[in-house]
């Protein structure tokens, strides 16, 4: 089984959602067998939404996980918030977002969240591979 653990940090938000990003598009390049384009693509995806919200919503730092399994990817961001993502209608004119968890739901295989015991919670989508 691979994996990749990466820090991400508000310090330069957009930097830190391309760093994420990048990161996870290097540990799915050196996977083998590799994922289908569109799956990688997909995890990129799910990467970068689960990032930028736990970056906007979770205090300003996050740990992306990558775990390879032979039928999957499981992609978990850990952040400081107790704050559970809720499904909310998409704002279509203020710009305030509501996309991106319904987007997460309807890619994924499956979605949890786990409220760590010393504060702060995970956040794991399970992709196909």
């Given at each position: 089984m691979?994996t990749?653990?990466?820090d991400v940090?508000t ?9 994420a990003r990048?990161?996870?598009?290097n ?6 067998p590799?994922?289908?384009?569109e799956a ?9 939404e689960?990032?930028?919200n ?5 205090g300003?730092?996050c740990t ?7 039928d ?5 961001v850990h ?6 993502p809720?499904?909310r209608?998409p704002d279509l ?5 509501g996309?991106?968890?319904?987007m997460v739901?309807?890619?994924a295989t499956a ?10 919670k ?8």
């Amino acid at each position: 089984m691979d994996t990749m653990s990466v820090d991400v940090a508000t310090d330069h938000p957009a930097g830190s959602v391309a760093l994420a990003r990048d990161s996870a598009r290097n540990f799915l390049e050196k996977l083998v067998p590799a994922p289908a384009p569109e799956a990688a693509d997909t995890v990129i995806l799910v990467v970068s939404e689960l990032v930028t919200n736990a970056l906007r919503h979770g205090g300003g730092t996050c740990t992306l996980d990558l775990t390879a399994h032979p039928d999957g990817i499981k992609v978990a961001v850990h952040d400081p918030s107790p704050q559970t993502p809720r499904m909310r209608t998409p704002d279509l004119n203020g710009g305030t977002g509501g996309f991106g968890w319904p987007m997460v739901n309807r890619l994924a295989t499956a979605t949890s969240v786990t409220h760590q015991p010393a504060g702060g919670k995970s956040v794991t989508a399970r992709l196909p591979r």
